[in-house]
């Protein structure tokens, strides 16, 4: 059974002018996601209106529904990793016509003046940038993300997603794919760089490739044995085994950066440990408190350095795409039909994906 919110008490202005839309969603943290109807804004000058034919799914998605960051607004509407067709195009808008190949991540709006903006850094905006989905605009009340059939994106924040890619296999760049590919370009990646890769999830699969294509010896750091033979496939020269205490040993002090896509809360120290001097480790997976206390003797005695990274911003994303077409790059999927997000959820909990899950919207 499908619940209407269209006309749900505070969250929707001008009721007649917007879209009706099927959507996927919950209507209060932990709950499972169910069939929602939703509206959509009318389009502003500068508006793209979308037909989502795709929509990933994020493992931030099931930390949202769950509100295990503590910022969920419900009701919600997750997806970020959108791909579909111009539907349609306000007046004022000048780089998508009717048809085009377009795609959405993680952010739709953002203040445009700050020194982060400035420099194409969106993500990290001043003034609080608009998520795609489970932030509060007064045009949108709360704003929906993919797992629905239509969405509106403001121009600036709608990237053109190259025809000769797969388009199942596009929809994770827009999170995991800007989120790896980001931090091994700030970071400087260059050939012959030894890179660690930790966790081979949807994230990691994707920094594998990256940093493959970039000349680095990769090296894929996993807690799944069983994993050793796809590492390889996706361009890891090496496979490391984290609970193997001996062959962590053997690799310390010798990579030049480590990207860690863990999760969830965990004992850093042996990661940083593999670090040779002056080399950094950057966290874009948890956002938790880690399980053991950071042994700052780790970082001291070789000038080694912890940092983290968001996403990406929408210039570097569309490079990051763009890139993706000439190296041949994408996303391992399953593909599934809606009625299959709960269950997608659940495998990913279990580790049991390999690698992104894929709703197809056009499938009941
Ligand atoms: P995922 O597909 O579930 O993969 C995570 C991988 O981490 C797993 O496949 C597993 O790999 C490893 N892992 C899981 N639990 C672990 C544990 N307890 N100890 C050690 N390793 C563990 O998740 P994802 O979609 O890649 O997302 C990863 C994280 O990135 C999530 O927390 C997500 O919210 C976050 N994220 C951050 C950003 C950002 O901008 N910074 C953007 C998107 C997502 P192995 O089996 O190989 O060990
Ligand atoms: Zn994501």
């Given at each position: 059974m499908t619940t209407d919110l269209s006309a749900h008490p505070g969250k929707v202005l001008d009721l007649a002018n917007r879209t009706r839309v099927?959507?996927?969603g919950v209507q209060s943290a932990g709950e499972s996601v169910q069939p929602l109807a939703i509206t959509r804004r009318p389009l502003n000058l500068d508006d793209v209106q979308i037909e989502i034919e795709y929509c990933g799914i994020c493992h931030s998605d099931i930390h949202m529904v769950n509100n295990d960051w503590g910022m969920s607004i419900y009701p919600m509407v997750p997806g970020h990793e959108i791909v579909g067709r111009v539907l349609a195009v306000g007046n004022a808008v000048t780089k998508f016509k009717v048809g085009d190949s377009v795609g959405v991540g993680c952010l739709v709006d953002a203040c445009g003046d700050c020194p982060s903006c400035a420099n194409h850094l969106e993500q990290y905006c001043l003034n609080g940038f608009t998520l795609t989905y489970g932030s509060e605009t007064p045009a949108d009340g709360i704003t929906y993300g993919g797992y629905s059939t239509q969405i509106v994106v403001k121009e600036s924040f709608v990237l053109r997603?190259?025809?000769?890619?797969?388009?199942?296999?596009?929809?994770?760049l827009l999170c995991a794919g800007i989120t790896t590919y980001s931090p091994l370009k700030h970071w400087n990646i260059q050939p012959g760089d030894v890179v660690g890769v930790i966790g081979l999830g949807g994230l990691g699969h994707m920094g594998i490739q990256f940093a493959h294509a970039m000349g680095a010896k990769v090296v894929m750091i996993t807690t799944s044995e069983s994993k050793g033979r796809d590492a390889k496939l996706l361009g890891a020269d090496e496979v490391l085994l984290s609970k193997d205490e001996a062959a962590m040993k053997s690799w310390?002090?010798?990579?030049?950066?480590l990207l860690n896509t863990i999760p969830v809360g965990h004992d850093i120290n042996p990661y940083m440990a593999l670090l040779k001097v002056d080399a950094t480790m950057c966290v874009v997976?948890?956002?938790?408190?880690?399980?053991?206390?950071?042994?700052?003797?780790?970082?001291?005695?070789?000038r080694r350095s912890i940092a983290g990274s968001l996403i990406g911003g929408l210039k570097e994303t569309q490079e990051m795409l763009d890139f993706c077409a000439d190296h041949a790059i994408g996303a391992k999927v399953e593909v599934i039909p809606s009625g299959e997000i709960n269950t997608a959820y659940t495998r990913m909990q279990n580790n049991d994906i390999k690698y992104r899950f894929v709703i197809d919207l056009n499938a009941k």
């Open positions: 099927n959507a996927f997603v190259p025809e000769s890619l797969d388009r199942q296999s596009v929809a994770p310390a002090g010798t990579f030049d950066f997976g948890a956002i938790d408190p880690l399980t053991t206390g950071l042994n700052t003797g780790t970082m001291v005695f070789s």
